[in-house]
């Protein structure tokens, strides 16, 4: 996976709560087996109309909204286990999505694919929307290692809680399996002291 450590981008505004997994990516487009073609039907249902024209009111399809992190309402994720909303979300383009509670299996589904969900303060979800809206210009900056998201601009900031886990794989780039191979050195030592304390029991 990419390493994340900071980003300082421009956002997207979802200001829309309880947005659930089958609105994310709805059902009928799970068929698919690669992960990059996701992003093309993100919000399917919301970005475009019967006729598969671009709604022009819909947050992403407006040219003044742009960047790596999606800010949405509170209860994001909720629905469905499917990963695909995850996959969706990163093949799209977004690195980060902000809100004030995500679904648990949302979230754990996001930090297994690189995408960082940051949950916030109600208050700070809507000090975000309002200068977003009124400036898409202004630029967010999440900083992982030290938990914080923060409007420069503003100097305006609120730190954010993650696993420990999570957050050291999202900072090196590593997947589970990365993870544990980073580890193999110090775990052909661990065998190796078991097995010379074991050999040493029995010659006693």
């Given at each position: 996976m990419e390493k994340f450590i900071t980003l300082t981008d421009t956002a997207v505004p979802l200001?829309?709560?309880n947005v659930d997994t089958d609105q994310i990516i709805p059902a009928r487009f799970l068929k698919a087996t690669d992960k990059s073609g996701f992003g093309k039907n993100l919000f399917r249902d919301?970005?475009?109309d019967k006729n598969d024209e671009p709604n022009p009111e819909f947050a992403l399809n407006k040219p003044e909204y742009k960047g790596a992190i999606l800010v949405?309402?509170?209860n994001f994720g909720c629905g469905s286990s499917r990963e695909h909303a995850a996959w969706a979300i990163k093949a799209y383009g977004f690195k980060v999505v902000v809100s004030s509670y995500f679904a648990d299996i949302f979230k754990g589904n996001?930090?297994?694919n690189g995408?960082?969900?940051v949950q916030v303060s109600p208050e700070f979800l809507e000090i975000l929307f309002t200068e977003i809206t009124k400036d898409p210009s202004?630029?967010?900056k999440v900083d992982l290692e030290a938990q914080k998201i923060e409007i420069p601009k503003k100097n305006i900031s609120e730190s954010f809680?993650?696993?420990t886990y999570k957050k050291t794989c999202l900072i090196n780039g590593f997947d589970d399996i990365?993870?544990?191979v980073s580890k193999l050195d110090a775990i052909k030592e661990f065998e190796n002291k078991k097995a010379q304390k074991l050999q040493t029991t029995k010659s006693l």
């Open positions: 200001e829309i709560e919301w970005r475009f949405a309402g509170d996001a930090l297994n995408l960082l969900p202004v630029e967010i809680d993650i696993d990365d993870f544990l």
